[in-house]
């Protein structure tokens, strides 16, 4: 019987990228490709050319000539998968993708196949380029699943450095981009594939503001514009590199303050939803956007201007909260570099 595949199962490559990503139990982009790989999978191993040259003492041109391929190659040797990588591409981006790739046809099976082992000669052409399309499926899933590219697209439109976010370059980004527009254009409504929204959940709603250096994880797309400076809000696991903490304060349920900014009265009538004044000092202890026409919405009690549409906030007129450079000023050691958790913003 004959068992070769006539076309590519694009839908197969899809799944089992998802499936690997679920098994390694990533959770953010872009990420340590080979250090997940070699940790989770023992029986695999990434050998870069150079290595394989001094082992067994083989020049440059006669490992591409063994491998058949000048960027990557992978095989089953009886015990391992292995995946050779060309080291002397100095590109990290175009690495992570033929890496994965081979990864792709390891998962998918194609090396399991006798034909396949080691170079492809053995195949018809018909069948090599089946398997590099599905390969190629495998890994724009695995590095840049399209469900997650078109989430941010959507919140963020040409804004969002797709290739930054997930360590693509900028010719792959460029086509992922190309063929969401296209599916999207022939009815396919990524709105729909949430598969992946809760394993990526901060890494998604992440955001993060270049201006005063805020970061934090936000579930409301409406959110466009930094609540201690007013700038508009790029996507945000930069904040992971460049973190400013600003003091924020406690509200209950009802979004008023535990204990008034201006006089520590904490005397609030908390089961009254009219409480919006201290009756100490008069001080507001609910914040709220003071675009009343378009906007007047509830805001974080830290927020000088209205993470909706940018306008002060009642707590900032008041004087309650001092300008965000002063309190950036203050901080004498930013916590740039820290690896905590980001801010989770509660409304």
Not at 35 to 44: D, G, I, N, Y
Not at 193 to 212: E, G, K, V
Not at 275 to 283: E, F, N, R, S, V
């Amino acid at each position: 019987m004959n068992n070769i595949k006539n076309k590519p199962n694009y839908k197969n490559a899809e799944e089992n990228a998802r499936e690997f990503l679920k098994y390694l139990k990533v959770n953010r982009f872009p990420f340590d490709l080979k250090f997940l790989l070699q940790k989770f999978t023992p029986t695999l191993k990434i050998i870069p050319y150079s290595k394989w040259m001094n082992d067994f003492h083989l020049s440059y041109f006669k490992v591409i000539n063994l491998l058949g391929s000048s960027d990557g190659a992978s095989v089953f040797d009886g015990n391992k998968y292995i995946i050779f990588y060309n080291d002397f591409i100095f590109n990290k981006e175009r690495i992570r993708w033929t890496i994965t790739h081979e990864l792709g046809h390891i998962i998918l099976g194609h090396c399991d196949n006798k034909r396949t082992i080691l170079v492809r000669s053995k195949l018809t052409d018909g069948e090599y380029n089946i398997y590099e399309l599905e390969a190629n499926t495998f890994a724009r899933e695995f590095l840049a699943p399209m469900s997650l590219v078109y989430y941010i697209y959507d919140c963020f439109g040409n804004n969002a450095d797709i290739g930054s976010i997930f360590g693509l370059s900028h010719e792959a980004a460029q086509n992922i981009l190309k063929k969401m527009f296209a599916w999207s254009k022939n009815g396919h409504d990524y709105a729909k594939d949430t598969c992946l929204y809760a394993q990526f959940h901060d890494f998604l709603h992440a955001r993060y503001c270049d201006n005063c250096k805020t970061s934090f994880v936000t579930d409301n797309k409406n959110k466009k514009y930094c609540h201690i400076c007013g700038h508009k809000l790029n996507f945000g696991y930069g904040g992971y590199k460049n973190k400013m903490k600003y003091q924020d304060y406690d509200v209950n349920k009802n979004h008023q303050l535990l204990k008034c900014i201006k006089c520590d009265n904490e005397d609030i009538d908390f089961d009254n939803e009219r409480y919006a004044y201290c009756h100490i000092c008069g001080a507001p202890v609910i914040n709220r956007c003071l675009d009343d026409n378009n906007c007047g919405k509830i805001a974080p009690a830290n927020a000088r201007f209205c993470p909706y549409c940018g306008a002060k906030t009642l707590f900032y007129k008041a004087e309650l909260l001092k300008p965000w450079n002063e309190e950036y000023e203050e901080v004498s050691t930013p916590s740039f570099g820290s690896t905590e958790p980001l801010e989770i913003m509660p409304f």
